[in-house]
Nanobody, 115 residues
Framework: QVQLVESGGGLVQPGGSLRLSCAAS????????MGWYRQAPGKQRELVAL???????NYADSVKGRFTISRDNAKKTVDLQMNSLKPEDTAVYYC?????????WGKGTQVTVSS
């Protein structure tokens, strides 16, 4: 089972940027589909961005053009660059890794967008 650890969350003003990073423990990280999800208070967890083992990406409509997901298989990391942040982006952000029946989650990192 892969273990995932997120970092990079924090407090940022509207319009600002943050970069989240997720570090994976397994050497076979490269064949996992990786994603970032978020959960705001009182809301369900939702997909933010996904990147396949082949590098294809998919984004939630609410973040298209503002967020970019990327992966470095050599470093076993997946990053989420978040620009033009809005108060509605405030949430706990979770890293996810999937491979067959394996569905691994990190513990999350808080992102707060507020003036």
């Amino acid at each position: 089972q892969v273990q995932l650890v997120e970092s990079g969350g924090g407090l940022v003003q509207p319009g600002g940027s943050l970069r989240l990073s997720c570090a994976a423990s397994r050497s076979i990280f490269s064949i996992y589909a990786m994603g970032w999800y978020r959960q705001a208070p009182g809301k369900q967890r939702e997909l933010v961005a996904l990147i396949t083992s082949g590098g294809s990406t998919n984004y939630a409509d609410s973040v298209k053009g503002r967020f970019t997901i990327s992966r470095d298989n050599a470093k076993k990391t997946v990053d989420l660059q978040m620009n033009s942040l809005k108060p509605e982006d405030t949430a706990v952000y979770y890293c996810n890794g999937r491979l067959g029946v394996i569905d691994a989650w990190g513990k999350g990192t808080q992102v707060t967008v507020s003036s």
